[in-house]
């Protein structure tokens, strides 16, 4: 059974980086050739996507992102990474894990990231 676990949320200032991490238990050979992306959610909005990173290391970002955030992968292990800067309030939101496509089996319980000054 997969369990990805997120980290590395806080409150932080407008302009300011953060950098999450997803550890991932129970994958092994199969994870490494999985997709893999980072979501987020707001109360009262869909879980959108962020970023994602292929197996091969193939990156792409959502327009209101991009150029702020990097999304990054060590298979040997088994971690995802989202390094974010420039920080807007407009991203505030928990954020999640998991492969592209979804799997529902694979949500964990996120990682809440809160920019306010």
């Known amino acids: 059974q997969v369990h990805l676990v997120e980290s590395g949320g806080g409150l932080v200032q407008p302009g300011g980086s953060l950098r999450l991490s997803c550890v991932a238990s129970?994958?092994?050979?199969?994870?490494?050739?999985?997709?893999m992306a980072w979501y987020r959610q707001t109360p009262g909005k869909q879980r959108e996507l962020v970023a994602f990173i292929s197996s091969g290391g193939y990156t792409n970002y959502a327009e209101s992102v991009k150029g702020r955030f990097a999304i990054s992968r060590d298979n040997a292990k088994n971690t995802l990474l989202l390094q974010m800067n420039n920080l807007k309030p407009d991203d505030t939101a928990v954020y999640y894990c998991?492969?592209?496509?979804?799997?529902?089996?694979?949500w964990g319980p996120g990682t809440q990231v809160t920019v306010s000054s």
């Open positions: 129970g994958m092994i050979t199969s994870g490494v050739s999985m997709a």
């Open positions: 998991n492969s592209l496509p979804i799997r529902a089996g694979y």
